[in-house]
């Protein structure tokens, strides 16, 4: 699938960002959605993750109780988002989405990332 993410931009700490990211050609497949994330000089790293009925959803310890992934209902579920509160300096990245076909496999599919930008 192709992924489209938008939403970032700059916000204080303490505030509030929504990412979105919307997916588009092999829909009428099933496919797990997840955001990761790339700070300068550091490696990417998962974030949240979410199958594809919305079922199960995982995070990262640094944003667990801050982050919120979910999907779109029905029956291409193309939409991903991630409600990001209470932002914090650390959480300063470029936020990537991205698609696998098989819980458990690699994600294979990747959007172009957005930039998160928190200043204290």
């Known amino acids: 699938v192709q992924l489209q993410a938008s939403g970032g931009g700059l916000v204080q700490a303490g505030g509030s960002l929504r990412l979105s990211c919307a997916a588009s050609?092999?829909?009428?497949?099933?496919?797990?959605m997840a955001w990761f994330r790339q700070a300068p000089g550091k490696e990417r790293e998962f974030v949240a993750g979410?199958?594809?009925?919305?079922?199960?959803?995982?995070?990262a310890d640094s944003v667990k109780g801050r982050f919120t992934i979910s999907r779109s209902t029905g029956t291409v579920r193309n939409m991903v988002y991630l409600q990001m509160n209470d932002l914090q300096v650390e959480d300063t990245a470029v936020y990537y989405c991205?698609?696998?076909?098989?819980?458990?496999?690699?994600?294979?599919?990747w959007g172009q990332g957005t930039q998160v930008t928190v200043s204290s």
């Open positions: 050609g092999r829909t009428h497949i099933n496919y797990d």
């Open positions: 991205a698609a696998r076909y098989w819980t458990g496999s690699q994600y294979t599919d």
């Open positions: 979410i199958t594809w009925r919305g079922r199960t959803t995982n995070y």
